[in-house]
């Protein structure tokens, strides 16, 4: 999968940050909904915060909004400390999840409330409005009220709302929850494009994995309140920091293993659940005797009907049950430790002779660059 | 599924004959010719004409019609500021205490809430001298009270269903709360507000005992003066009165359900 270069990644630039999320905390009497989170993103990023329910993300993204104020901590918005600045002074605009189209006005009415209540020009208005609903390919609607539009018409007015300010900052707030699948992908493009274009900084918050690593070019993981982990899409699919970021982004098959052996260059670790030894190519800050956490995705083992060289990196199974799914097969193998593990296979050829069945006989086998130890 | 069979229709068909039946024989009677409520003297105007000559029931009628409109637009104001603090302002301080305050009027006895007026008024006009007397400002006051206590109800469960998230847009485009309040929460509310006032309107329109408590000389509302005519015997203008009441209120309830269900099947369209 390609994804976009950060624009300006971590450590990319000595610049300011352009929003600085100052270690903080927010209390709802005894439960911590965020908890010490540390943050800085940079001009024009696109940063997905994703996480499942409960884990903080939206009441982070209602702090950035002004809608809650942090018990600790702070927040800065290109320089400026936001503290006890209430949402409607805020240079930030929000896009909210079931839109909060005001349903009594016109769409264009809707698209000109934020430009009015900043007592900018009629006829500015006016143009400004027509320009930004052409962006969302919506200048055919704007006399519509919003229930005569669909779910996808919805959202783009809802965008175009929430863009027209001109806002420094702009917080979506699951975008694209409530479109149907196709149109999920058509819009994922067509935001970013208007990202590009406009060059907003943007904050998306989503449940959906697919969705941010689309979206994304960072995206940081909460659990529980806390920032798990922050880094590219590539970062956090390959070099997951723990169990959970690696079971959240994507499929994966997770083992415990002993280390063995530990140098700069590889590492072998033991594990009872394949009933063989990892030969991982990266070295393992851990002492010998160690219980580790291996990370195996599901694309990156082979199955093999014959027994390959070597003992390392392979483990002889059974296969149980195939769900085809178009353009790959995903294989549930029964190892012969009793261990099921999944495996998807890209289907190359169309012809079956070759096919694998459910009952045969195979070994799983991967490299030593495909397994990955968890720090955590 | 319940097979509506004779008897549901008969008992439907007696329940609305006990709720009406009443006021049916009242009109009729009010186009009787004969002096005598209990004799049929052949249909006649004739009550309407005395009605509209007899200026102390008309002067009760206006009297009143202006005291239901003034509280009810008293009652829709204060009520709608105790809703909306009730239903947005999250579990501040004596929340509960203040929803229990509100809504007691509700279920205090007529009787109670007049004499307290009452006294309130008098202890008022001895303290600061205001209001001087009992009159049209008394009666206002005391309805507004009780009207306010409805009013606040119905504005708390239109509010209740209303997406608080509508207000919180208004507020991330740049409107300061109060502003959002009167572009977004209010016209969501229009429907709420209108049926409140409606009902505070009629509350006052038809109270009795509050308002023998705190009428003085000169500001007798309607009840007060078809109850007093009727001690006296019943009276066949007092009929007239009341049917053309009835005409007027009948009308405008048909008209507002009937745009009120349009409006509901323009939003199920959405």
């Known amino acids: 999968m390609e994804h976009r270069s950060a624009g300006a990644g971590p450590g990319g630039s000595a610049a300011e940050p352009?929003?600085?999320?100052?270690?903080?905390?927010?209390?709802?009497?005894?439960?911590?909904?965020?908890?010490?989170?540390?943050?800085?993103?940079?001009?024009?990023?696109?940063?997905?915060?994703?996480?499942?329910?409960?884990?903080?993300?939206?009441?982070?993204?209602?702090?950035?909004?002004?809608?809650?104020?942090?018990?600790?901590?702070?927040?800065?918005?290109?320089?400026?400390?936001?503290?006890?600045?209430?949402?409607?002074?805020?240079?930030?605009?929000?896009?909210?999840?079931?839109?909060?189209?005001?349903?009594?006005?016109?769409?264009?009415?809707?698209?000109?409330?934020?430009?009015?209540?900043?007592?900018?020009?009629?006829?500015?208005?006016?143009?400004?409005?027509?320009?930004?609903?052409?962006?969302?390919?919506?200048?055919?609607?704007?006399?519509?009220?919003?229930?005569?539009?669909?779910?996808?018409?919805?959202?783009?007015?809802?965008?175009?709302?929430?863009?027209?300010?001109?806002?420094?900052?702009?917080?979506?707030?699951?975008?694209?929850?409530?479109?149907?699948?196709?149109?999920?992908?058509?819009?994922?493009?067509?935001?970013?494009?208007?990202?590009?274009?406009?060059?907003?900084?943007?904050?998306?918050?989503?449940?959906?994995?697919?969705?941010?690593?689309?979206?994304?070019?960072?995206?940081?993981?909460m659990q529980d309140g806390r920032l798990v982990q922050v880094g590219g899409p590539r970062d956090l699919y390959e070099f997951p920091v723990n169990r959970f970021v690696a079971r959240f982004i994507g499929a994966v098959n997770l083992f415990e293993a002993v280390l063995i052996e530990d140098e700069p260059g590889h590492?072998?670790?033991?594990?009872?659940?394949?009933?063989?030894?990892?030969?991982?190519?990266?070295?393992?800050?851990?002492?010998?005797?160690?219980?580790?956490?291996l990370a195996l995705r599901p694309e990156k083992i082979n199955l093999i009907r014959d027994k390959p060289d070597g003992e390392e990196n392979v483990a002889p199974g059974v296969i149980d049950e195939i769900a085809y799914l178009g353009n790959l097969s995903v294989y549930q193998v029964r190892l012969d430790t009793g261990r099921l593990i999944h495996v998807t296979l890209p289907n190359l050829d169309r012809h079956e002779g070759e096919a694998f069945e459910a009952g045969n006989r195979v070994f799983c086998s991967w490299g030593p660059a495909s397994a990955v130890v968890l720090p955590a | 599924m319940l097979r509506t069979g004779r008897f549901v229709t008969f008992m439907a068909l007696a329940g609305l004959m006990y709720l009406y039946i009443p006021i049916f024989i009242m009109m009729v009677l009010s186009f009787n010719g004969s002096r005598l409520v209990s004799v049929w003297g052949g249909f006649s105007f004739k009550w309407y004409g005395e009605l509209f000559s007899n200026d102390q029931l008309l002067n009760a009628a206006w009297l009143s019609i202006r005291v239901a409109g003034f509280s009810a637009t008293l009652a829709v104001i204060l009520g709608t500021l105790a809703g909306y603090v009730l239903t947005r302002f999250g579990p501040f301080r004596g929340r509960v205490l203040m929803a229990g305050m509100v809504a007691a009027p509700l279920v205090m006895p007529?009787?109670?809430?007049?004499?307290?007026?009452?006294?309130?008024?008098?202890?008022?006009?001895?303290?600061?001298?205001?209001?001087?007397?009992?009159?049209?400002?008394?009666?206002?006051?005391?309805?507004?009270?009780?009207?306010?206590?409805?009013?606040?109800?119905?504005?708390?469960?239109?509010?209740?269903?209303?997406?608080?998230?509508?207000?919180?847009?208004?507020?991330?485009?740049?409107?300061r709360p109060w502003r959002a309040f009167i572009d977004v929460t209010l016209p969501m509310l229009a429907p709420a507000l209108i049926s409140g006032w409606l009902l505070a309107f009629t509350l006052s329109f038809?109270?009795?005992?509050?308002?023998?408590?705190?009428?003085?000389?000169?500001?007798?509302?309607?009840?007060?003066?078809?109850?007093?005519?009727v001690r006296l015997g019943v009276s066949p203008d007092v009929n007239a009165l009341a049917t053309i009441l009835i005409g007027f209120v009948g009308t405008c309830v048909f008209i507002y359900s009937w745009r009120a269900g349009r409006r509901m099947r323009m939003c199920e369209d959405a």
């Open chain 1, 18 to 221: 352009f929003v600085r999320i100052e270690v903080i905390t927010k209390r709802f009497g005894a439960t911590v909904a965020v908890n010490r989170i540390d943050l800085d993103i940079q001009r024009s990023e696109l940063f997905c915060l994703l996480g499942g329910s409960g884990s903080g993300k939206s009441t982070l993204l209602r702090m950035l909004a002004g809608f809650e104020q942090p018990s600790e901590g702070r927040i800065l918005i290109d320089g400026q400390d936001m503290t006890g600045v209430p949402a409607y002074e805020r240079p930030v605009n929000m896009m909210f999840q079931s839109y909060a189209l005001f349903p009594h006005m016109s769409v264009s009415d809707n698209v000109a409330y934020g430009l009015r209540r900043g007592g900018v020009a009629r006829a500015e208005i006016r143009k400004r409005v027509a320009d930004m609903l052409d962006i969302v390919k919506m200048g055919d609607y704007a006399q519509r009220k919003p229930h005569q539009l669909s779910g996808g018409q919805r959202q783009r007015v809802a965008l175009a709302r929430a863009l027209v300010k001109q806002p420094k900052l702009l917080l979506l707030d699951e975008p694209l929850g409530a479109l149907d699948k196709k149109l999920r992908e058509e819009t994922q493009f067509e935001l970013m494009k208007i990202q590009s274009q406009l060059g907003t900084t943007f904050i998306v918050v989503t449940h959906d994995q697919d969705e941010a690593m689309t979206l994304a070019s960072r995206m940081g993981v």
């Open chain 1, 267 to 293: 590492a072998r670790l033991r594990c009872a659940e394949t009933g063989g030894v990892f030969h991982v190519s990266h070295g393992v800050s851990g002492t010998l005797g160690q219980t580790m956490h």
């Open chain 2, 110 to 175: 007529e009787v109670i809430t007049g004499l307290s007026l009452l006294l309130l008024f008098v202890a008022m006009e001895d303290f600061i001298g205001w209001p001087q007397g009992r009159s049209i400002t008394t009666i206002v006051i005391s309805h507004a009270t009780f009207c306010m206590a409805y009013v606040a109800i119905v504005v708390q469960s239109r509010l209740a269903q209303m997406d608080g998230v509508l207000e919180e847009a208004a507020q991330d485009l740049g409107a």
């Open chain 2, 206 to 229: 038809d109270d009795l005992v509050i308002s023998s408590f705190v009428s003085g000389p000169g500001s007798s509302t309607l009840p007060m003066v078809i109850f007093s005519k």
